[in-house]
């Protein structure tokens, strides 16, 4: 079991975690939530002994982590999936990690097997991609077969298949009986990982219960009715029946109504009575995201801003009509279509302008028995326009042909 009492850590004026309380014990997995800059990673380095608290203290099994005998074989992390040295293979960085603790080469190869990575076991490591580099990370936490784990974003930079086999693992392990310490960003992976959280903000705690109970203190969880659309006094007399009930009723922008203050049953009896069809009647309960942004929107650091590209728009020219505005820009999901090349299509060379040919084999100088001087055959020049009626002027001498540079053996 992990237990913190009045953690505190300042770094000079700054305080990254004041006062911080909690348990994390065996059996469960714990999720670890917190905007960026919340004091997690500090929270997780003072827990093993990186970091030395201002104030306070926190144990693992009753002892520092400094002070547990053979530290590794009891305790697993991963904190940073790029400590690791890019030239060692990643057998033999994990080999290198089991002779310092102890632990027989053969669980060295165990391991690398556990996590997928037994065929590229005598690769470098500086040439692993991310979820690879994740994957060596979570080889070295299990090496020693600890009782206690800690994953620092154990799921970063890997495939869907990936963060289901880091979920099925965090939760065998805590099967098992193991007390497992998860920090993570994806909330709905936390959701059907963890079963307990602790969540904090500027380095204070905000929650600490489970996941079930969490979104239930942090989102207020609603009915959705829809009547038929084609008779909207039906849903007015439904509206009217439900307040005079005691419920409340907003209305949602696709007609619907959200409902909160009855059950579902009171709702259909009160349909039923007040002779209203119904079309749908659904209970919504909020994902733990947003019961998650509900509590930590007041503790979030970073804010993003609208970019008002200031200084930046060029003026009209005089004449110029403004551009219309394009349907469902600016609104989530909208993605802006592809610029149209000039002339609408792919390629087109406009009439009469002037087209530069292909660097050839020959350069700029023609093709060899070329006129000394003649410019290169212009494989994308424009038909010339029809000549205008009238006499036809003294044809000139013919000239001979141009060479052909698809055909440079021909020339010769």
């Known amino acids: 079991m992990i237990e913190a009492v009045g953690l505190t850590k300042r770094y000079g004026d700054k305080t990254a975690v004041y006062n911080l309380s909690f348990q994390v014990r065996p059996g469960a997995v714990t999720g670890f939530l917190g905007p960026n800059g919340s004091g997690k990673s500090t929270t997780?380095?003072?827990?093993?002994?990186?970091?030395?608290?201002?104030?306070?203290?926190?144990t693992i099994g009753g002892y520092p982590y400094r002070r547990l005998p053979n530290a590794p074989r009891q305790v697993g992390a991963l904190l940073d999936a790029k400590a690791v040295h890019g030239g060692r293979?990643?057998?033999?960085?994990?080999?290198?990690?089991?002779?310092?603790?102890?632990?027989?080469?053969?669980?060295?190869?165990?391991?690398?097997?556990?996590?997928?990575?037994?065929?590229?076991?005598r690769r470098?490591?500086?040439?692993?991609?991310?979820?690879?580099?994740?994957?060596?990370?979570?080889?070295?936490?299990?090496?020693?077969?600890?009782?206690?784990?800690?994953?620092?974003?154990?799921?970063?930079?890997?495939?869907?298949?990936?963060?289901?086999?880091?979920?099925?693992?965090?939760k065998s392990?805590?099967?098992?009986?193991?007390?497992?310490?998860?920090?993570?960003?994806?909330?709905?992976?936390?959701?059907?990982?963890?079963?307990?959280?602790?969540?904090?903000?500027?380095?204070?705690?905000?929650?600490?219960?489970?996941?079930?109970?969490?979104?239930?203190?942090?989102?207020?969880?609603?009915a959705r009715v829809r009547t038929p659309d084609t008779e909207p006094q039906q849903r007015e007399k439904l509206s009217a029946a439900i307040t005079e009930a005691g419920g409340h009723v907003l209305p949602?922008?696709?007609?619907?109504?959200r409902v909160t203050g009855l059950p579902l049953p009171r709702i259909s009896d009160i349909a039923h009575d007040s002779d209203v069809r119904l079309w749908?009647?659904?209970?919504?309960?909020?994902?733990?995201?947003?019961?998650?942004?509900?509590?930590?929107?007041?503790?979030?650091?970073?804010?993003?801003?609208?970019?008002?590209?200031?200084?930046?728009?060029?003026?009209?020219p005089p004449g110029t009509q403004p551009p219309l505005p394009v349907p469902g820009q600016g609104q989530p999901g909208w993605y802006a279509?592809?610029?149209a090349p000039p002339g609408g299509q792919p390629f087109a060379v406009p009439q009469g302008a002037p087209v530069q040919p292909p660097a050839g084999p020959y350069g700029a100088q023609g093709a060899p028995g070329a006129a000394p001087g003649a410019p290169a055959p212009n494989p994308y020049a424009q038909p010339a326009p029809p000549a205008p009626q009238?006499?036809?002027?003294?044809?000139?001498?013919?000239?001979?042909?141009?060479?052909?540079?698809?055909?440079?053996?021909?020339a010769r």
């Not at 600490?208 to 109970?213: C, E, I, K, L, P």
């Not at 947003?290 to 650091?301: C, H, I, P």
């Open 173 to 222: 392990l805590a099967a098992q009986g193991r007390t497992v310490f998860v920090s993570s960003h994806l909330m709905s992976e936390m959701a059907v990982t963890a079963d307990h959280l602790i969540v904090i903000g500027r380095g204070q705690l905000l929650a600490d219960m489970s996941v079930t109970a969490f979104i239930s203190a942090n989102s207020a969880d609603f």
């Open 390 to 410: 009238g006499p036809a002027p003294a044809a000139a001498p013919a000239a001979p042909p141009a060479a052909d540079l698809t055909k440079p053996e021909d």
């Open 44 to 58: 997780m380095r003072m827990i093993l002994g990186l970091d030395n608290p201002t104030a306070g203290q926190v």
């Open 280 to 316: 749908e009647l659904s209970p919504h309960q909020a994902s733990l995201e947003e019961a998650y942004m509900r509590m930590t929107q007041g503790a979030v650091d970073y804010r993003s801003t609208i970019d008002q590209k200031e200084g930046l728009q060029q003026p009209l």
């Open 89 to 121: 293979s990643a057998r033999n960085h994990l080999l290198s990690l089991a002779q310092l603790s102890g632990i027989p080469a053969r669980r060295v190869d165990e391991v690398l097997g556990v996590v997928g990575l037994h065929d590229v076991a």
């Open 337 to 339: 279509p592809p610029p």
């Open 124 to 170: 470098r490591s500086k040439g692993f991609s991310l979820g690879m580099g994740q994957r060596l990370g979570i080889a070295a936490a299990l090496l020693g077969d600890p009782q206690v784990l800690l994953f620092d974003e154990p799921v970063n930079g890997l495939d869907p298949e990936g963060i289901l086999w880091v979920r099925n693992l965090m």
């Open 252 to 257: 949602e922008q696709d007609g619907a109504l």
